[in-house]
């Protein structure tokens, strides 16, 4: 593996997610291949999770991780050929080419505009940064994916499964603020590639874009996709037709326990930052469904996989 | 040792302060304590000493140390059983559980409201935090407390003390914000615990909570308290009665020359930062009765102390 | 070497320039130097390469680093005898010596006023750490000078020279925000005991302090100034005689690649972060004749060069 900024970086992702759960297993196991070896990790935007358990997975790893946030006070250009008589100090060839001297693996978190889906979707920013990188890249969220965090789902079923093929229903889930299609994107993206039965349930207008649905069923009734499902991985986003928006919905989608209980006694997950009681009823999260603290915790062998992957790729 | 909170996380506050010093005298004699160990620091409030002395103390340890900042851009919900649809995005037990996967040890910088004394002396952020962590938790200054400073303060107290049970004097002194009650508070927790004839002075007013001050004496004449002091310890507080409120006083607290001169030349104390010529006069910091660096040299073993306990406890 | 903020604490440059050698070619060959040593580095204003490659440099000598970035929340008095009222909360003094107990060495970054022309060639503020502090301190560039800046430059020169004697010029280019002179000072000031033929070129009313120009040979035509030059060095800079101000001039200094012909194929050099069309055309960074990220590599390289020689001298 070079660079990780989604699905198609990954040859074979079985393989991928059994080197995940040797790395849980075994965490300190390979110290000498990160030796010497920095990880640069940049946020232009805010990050727990990513944050941390990137951070931790470089430390099991052996290796030195600098982290840098870029929220304010430097802006960089994207754009190819302007006059950079902006505010925008520095460009991103120059950006990624100087911070390729100093790091052996850049991470970059970068969110939408939420406004202009065309550069949303062409995921620029991380583009821009992989086509002027010398060294890999890695997504801890781009604009439309969040493979570590699918990484780390499909650890996580895969430990919570107790039949093969479960049903794994990805469900809209109500948010005040309107947030990004990364997660639902990727999740799909990764679960279409595992032995599982896949279905997406959200409100009409919610529909996720076609590159990525692909032909994974759709149930807009919330209750009937939740009938023996397994699993129930509950997120927001904002539509994707019209793009960024919040749309006016006619029934709440906050799940709760009524709607768990049709369900085979599924696994309640969500990336986090879960907001109690507007996506997801306390008791829910307060009950044995839970697994979101567990789906947390592989983050960190989610990143160890691939910063592994990455380092004997090098190698 | 588990948490380290107050002076009651301490079974034998005699023994600490020797590991301390032992810690000072040998602070790389135990690294493999620290190997493939995570300390996570939460600073809701800016810090400069904390985060210095308590990185540094991991680090002596071999621990690795990730330093969180979140004064901006991540607010938590402390509050159970709300509906979060506030600017609160994550609520304290997904966020205590979910750091507790990535750290062995959590440190948490969370000053008071100090608006509303009934949360504040509840010691409310770092008890939730506490609550839902499933790993050990230190305060690096709550509401109410900071006991590593107060650690620090009885290791730097038994360093240049001339004589048994030597006259310890707390003073409050003028300061232009209203400040918090918890190194006063925490100090006078610790000191109660130690061999020293312990003397509280401050403007009516001004006076600590019951549960802190208990039976210490109170002079409310600075000048007839200072009188064969050894060690005078100098911190503006905001009122505990009149809560958070700064009141008028009539006479100048700050601490001088002509003040120090009645003592039995007593060794200067502060937690610093300290206003110069507000708090005490310049004269004092710059001659030898301040051993304000040296006090700020110890809160790296004071940590270092508190770390080693830990680690060695969940061993 | 105890200090480095300026040329005057290096007694044998060439030797430096000789050592930052072997760190690049060796980067990894002493880690013992640093083992249980931490690099304390304060940001007063932003930093990318700087943090980035001493950081870089820090834990290629196996040291600790602890990075604080204290542009907000933390504001230090420098001047002495004053009643501290105002929104400054410590005194250089205090953080000084304090800092100086968690650190091995302290690096500083602090930005000129630019209104305060006394102030700033005075290099208060690093000259005030310096004079608290009792651990060497490296200058991260500070009011008017970025020596690791230019051991880099030297370095990189060394590195692409073809002759004996180089024509290096240092040419002014146009930016929108008024500059430092820090790194024209500094690079002249290094270039001066370099053994090549330097000479600057700018508009009038941009002419360098008298204490750093000297007896270099200024050409306030441009296009002379680029014949024959085997390096050129852009950098904009505010003016000094009109402290800080930008003054308008008659014609457009951007370097060109016209302007780049007139040269002797020369190298072109820039500190970064730079301007794309403001400062320099993009055909020119795109070209051979850019070395400015192998410059940008080499910060690493200068930074360990001087820690080394630091920790050496400690020892």
């Known amino acids: 593996m070079h660079n990780y900024l989604s699905i198609k970086d990954v040859t074979n992702l079985n393989q991928l997610v059994q080197v995940a759960q040797q790395c849980k297993a075994q965490p300190f196991a390979h110290q000498a291949l990160g030796k010497n070896k920095t990880l640069v990790l940049l946020f232009m935007n805010p990050s727990l999770r990513t944050r941390l358990s990137t951070q931790k997975a470089a430390q099991n790893l052996g290796m030195n991780c600098i982290v840098m946030n870029l929220q304010q006070g430097w802006q960089l250009e994207f754009e190819d050929g302007v006059r950079m008589d902006t505010t925008k100090a520095e460009h991103i060839r120059e950006a990624a080419a100087v911070i390729s001297q100093y790091a052996d693996i850049i991470g970059l978190r970068s969110f939408p505009t939420l406004t202009d889906r065309d550069q949303d979707y062409a995921d620029f920013f991380i583009q821009q940064l992989t086509r002027y990188a010398s060294v890999p890249v890695v997504s801890l969220e781009s604009a439309i994916r969040h493979p570590l965090q699918s990484l780390a789902d499909a650890l996580t079923i895969a430990e919570y499964q107790k039949k093969e093929r479960p049903k794994v229903v990805l469900t809209w889930a109500p ?46 009734d919330q209750a009937k996709a939740f009938e023996n499902a397994d699993f129930i991985y509950a997120k927001n986003w904002s539509s994707y037709e019209s793009y960024g928006k919040i749309l006016p919905i006619d029934q709440d989608w906050m799940i709760t326990m009524k709607l768990m209980q049709q369900t085979n006694n599924a696994k309640f997950m969500h990336c986090l930052p879960v907001r109690r009681n507007v996506v997801v009823e306390d008791a829910v999260l307060n009950s044995d469904h839970s697994v979101v603290i567990e789906q947390a915790n592989n983050r960190t062998f989610a990143a160890q996989a691939v910063l592994k992957r990455i380092l004997e790729t090098k190698r």
């Open 175 to 220: 948010h005040l603020k309107a947030l990004p299609q990364a997660v639902g994107n990727s999740f799909v993206e990764f679960m279409q590639q595992r032995d599982v039965n896949l279905m997406v349930t959200h409100p009409k207008g919610y529909e996720l874009a076609p590159e990525f649905i692909k032909s994974t069923p759709v149930e807009y």
